[in-house]
T-cell receptor, first 113, second 113 residues
Framework: SQKIEQNSEALNIQEGKTATLTCNYT??????LQWYRQDPGRGPVFLLL?????KEKRKERLKVTFDTTLKQSLFHITASQPADSATYLC????????????FGRGTQLTVWP | KAGVTQTPRYLIKTRGQQVTLSCSPI?????VSWYQQTPGQGLQFLFE???????NKGNFPGRFSGRQFSNSRSEMNVSTLELGDSALYLC????????????FGQGTRLTVV
């Protein structure tokens, strides 16, 4: 069965630095990989989607990479701010699983001033 | 446009009871998925409905069931509640399959005592 691992449960960085979060998976590469942000007691919010034939995607201060050889996605937040503090989830979609996303356990990011 | 609406937000039930949770997707979205989120297991897929048909089901016991109405609104039902069913139940809608982003509701926090 597929296994999804996010690098660490918690990541603490100083404001202004770049946060890098990792999502690793086993077996087959997904057709799509998504990143979500979740604040306590709230539902996840979509951030970025990257397809298996794309290497990199950017949106404002966010950047995601997808390496199907390493079976890994990296999620970067540049010039991080305390407001970026949240749990970040990666979600994999193998395209044939009819509306089912497989989520990692998430990485809790804390940005301190 | 209005987001995904889940009701109720909070619920306290006794072991053995049953519960029904409701989800109204974004207007025009025909796919509705349900997830259970617990600290120990993270986000786990329950089932997905598209145009009133269940297309996919996760590994949950038969006590968990759902349905979708012609207006795409969905309900999930849990019968014979157990303490372990305490969780945040999240509903997500998308325009079609998972290759577009999923829009999550705020969730229903179910506590079984």
């Amino acid at each position: 069965s597929q296994k999804i691992e996010q690098n660490s449960e918690a990541l603490n960085i100083q404001e202004g630095k770049t946060a890098t979060l990792t999502c690793n998976y086993t077996n087959y590469s997904p057709a799509y990989l998504q990143w979500y942000r979740q604040d306590p007691g709230r539902g996840p919010v979509f951030l970025l989607l990257i397809r298996e034939n794309e290497k990199e995607k950017r949106k404002e201060r966010l950047k995601v990479t997808f390496d199907t050889t390493l079976k890994q996605s990296l999620f970067h937040i540049t010039a991080s701010q305390p407001a970026d503090s949240a749990t970040y989830l990666c979600a994999l979609d193998w395209g044939s699983t009819l509306g089912r996303l497989y989520f990692g356990r998430g990485t809790q990011l804390t940005v301190w001033p | 446009k209005a987001g995904v609406t889940q009701t109720p937000r909070y619920l306290i039930k006794t072991r053995g009871q049953q519960v029904t949770l409701s989800c109204s997707p974004i207007s025009g979205h025909r796919s509705v998925s349900w997830y259970q989120q617990t600290p120990g297991q993270g986000l786990q897929f329950l089932f997905e409905y598209f145009s009133e048909t269940q297309r996919n089901k996760g590994n949950f016991p038969g006590r968990f069931s759902g349905r979708q109405f012609s207006n795409s609104r969905s309900e999930m039902n849990v019968s014979t509640l157990e303490l372990g069913d305490s969780a945040l139940y999240l509903c997500a809608s998308s325009s079609d399959r998972g290759w577009t982003e999923a829009f999550f509701g705020q969730g229903t926090r179910l506590t079984v005592v």
